[in-house]
């Protein structure tokens, strides 16, 4: 393709996709393709010969919107949303088209400058303490793929320091600490690392909130067989119900055991930090004195189309040193001089996308003010959403809502009217026929998750074209579904 022929097909494209986000609200969130339909389409080898592009372009059209799940559908209220926004888009156009693998400073000047100073905007946006930017010569901020790389990076440059100050340590010992309700992050870096896990329980009565008597509970007893906890990974707003682990207490802890390196993995919720009437409850205040790395997903809630892992580390050469690896081939005069970030020391891998252009393209154009308003506007709907949940005949709330995330449940209004009480098992299996009949359906789409046993649907709210008429509609659709439900549950 020549640049012409790119002009014309890049036009076309813009087209289309301004096209599919205007029809979005007319197609339904789910797609009704079978597993395998795509073989049918696809040949199984390349073609020989190149191919005319407007031939490739239509087939785009034709086989692969059709399989796709609408993220960005106002109905969609699945898992936690997936950011999009057309400054995103374009920010990944502009990096897509220089592909400026932005491994050290001199790879690309452009590419690090503006990561290391978006990510001090971005932790400005965020209220978190000037240890974290860059401008502080000690901490720092870095985007990753994704959360789960984000606690990898932090869990090895946890190790390294533990191991560093504790060198007759078996490594047999390590113990990463979570807790019941951390994301698959914390089991994952374990599995990939050959560490061990703990995953200390949290309690229905205290929200799901990791507490001081947990975590003080755990460190005596793992003390007293010589297990080595090195990194607690503490969660602000769960996946499964927005829990928000108290790290005014994991503080009071830490104290006593200041090896342990605080990860906090606000994948989620982090973005509300944004709004200062948000921070005391998700602790802001502790986050900034005392631990050690933070992440937020800014492609999840925070209008970054996906990838964009923001990871903030308070002390960044605890990263680099224990990341660093300089062959000779990867040595440039301002590395040496360490006047410069390499952020190829600062991750996993040794590549990296320009992906600091869309968080400056999105930034800029909402302003902090914009970017408040999305997160304001979401929980906003989420309590529109509980309100009519809280006034049904059939639904009822699991937990206190968080944020944009609601988890509720279907239970019939006699267990409360005539003090009927239902046995778990009974109410899980009418909750999970409700479930099964609303991801039977394609106008909207939710996802499951159990806490203590308890079978529950999470409503998450964060896709920006998502207003209060989709939220009414959602609530009637699971109204008729449960009422469905209800006529056949065998109690
Ligand atoms: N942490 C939390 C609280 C999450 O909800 C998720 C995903 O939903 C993750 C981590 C994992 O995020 P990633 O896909 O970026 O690894």
């Not at 560490?195 to 001081?212: G, H, N, P, W």
């Not at 005391?280 to 005392?290: C, E, G, R, T």
Request: glycine share 6%; proline share 3%; aromatic share 10%.
């Amino acid at each position: 393709m020549d640049v012409e022929q790119f002009r014309k097909a890049g036009y076309l494209a813009i087209d289309r996709i301004c096209e599919y986000h205007h029809s979005l609200q007319e197609r339904s969130v789910l797609s009704t393709v079978k597993p395998g339909y795509l073989k049918d389409h696809i040949p199984l080898a390349p073609p020989e010969e190149g191919e005319d592009f407007q031939v490739i372009a239509d087939d785009y059209q034709k086989y692969i919107i059709p399989g796709l799940t609408h993220w960005q559908h106002p109905s969609f209220f699945a898992y936690f949303p997936a950011a999009c926004t057309f400054e995103g888009i374009l920010g990944d156009l502009y990096s897509s088209s220089i592909t400026n693998p932005g491994f050290n400073w001199t790879s690309s000047p452009a590419c690090t400058e503006l990561e290391t100073i978006v990510m001090d905007w971005a932790a400005n946006l965020l209220g978190l303490s000037s240890a974290f930017s860059h401008t502080s010569g000690v901490g720092g901020g870095v985007i990753q793929t994704s959360a789960s790389d984000s606690v990898l990076a932090v869990v090895v440059a946890a190790r390294t320091r533990y191991l560093k100050d504790h060198p007759n340590t078996n490594l047999e010992d390590l113990v990463i600490y979570t807790t019941t309700q951390t994301h698959s992050v914390g089991s994952k870096a374990a599995l990939i690392l050959g560490l061990q896990l703990r995953s200390i329980e949290v309690k229905a009565e205290d929200e799901f909130s990791l507490r001081e008597d947990a975590l003080r509970n755990a460190l005596q007893d793992d003390a007293k067989i010589g297990r080595k906890p090195f990194i607690l990974i503490a969660t602000i707003g769960s996946t499964s119900s927005g829990a928000v682990d108290n790290l005014a207490d994991i503080r009071e802890v830490v104290q006593d055991y200041p090896y342990l390196w605080v990860h906090v993995d606000a994948a989620w919720a982090g973005v509300a930090l944004s709004c200062p009437e948000f921070r005391s409850v998700l602790h802001l205040q502790d986050i900034n004195a005392f631990v050690n790395s933070i992440c937020v997903n800014f492609h999840k809630w925070g209008l970054v189309n996906f990838d964009c892992s923001a990871l903030w580390v308070r002390d960044r050469k605890k990263l680099t040193e224990a990341l660093d690896i300089t062959p000779i081939f990867l040595r440039t005069k301002q590395g040496d001089a360490g006047v410069v970030v390499d952020y190829r020391n600062w991750h996993l891998g040794l590549g990296r996308r320009f992906r600091s252009l869309k968080v400056w393209f999105v930034l800029r154009s909402y302003g902090v003010k914009g970017f408040q308003n999305h997160i304001r506007k979401s929980i906003v709907l989420t309590q529109k959403f509980t309100s009519l949940v809280n006034a049904s005949d059939e639904l009822s709330l699991v937990t206190r809502p968080s944020l944009a995330l609601a988890v509720f449940r279907v239970v019939p209004k006699r267990e409360g009217e005539n003090q009927v009480t239902f046995s778990t098992e009974s109410l899980n299996n009418l909750n999970r026929d409700v479930f099964a009949r609303l991801s039977a359906r394609r106008d909207i789409m939710l996802t499951q998750t159990s806490l203590n046993g308890i079978f529950c649907i999470r409503f998450a709210v964060g896709a920006t074209r998502t207003n209060e008429g989709h939220i009414q509609d959602a609530y009637n659709i699971i109204v008729e579904e449960a009422k469905s439900a209800l006529k056949t549950w065998k109690s």
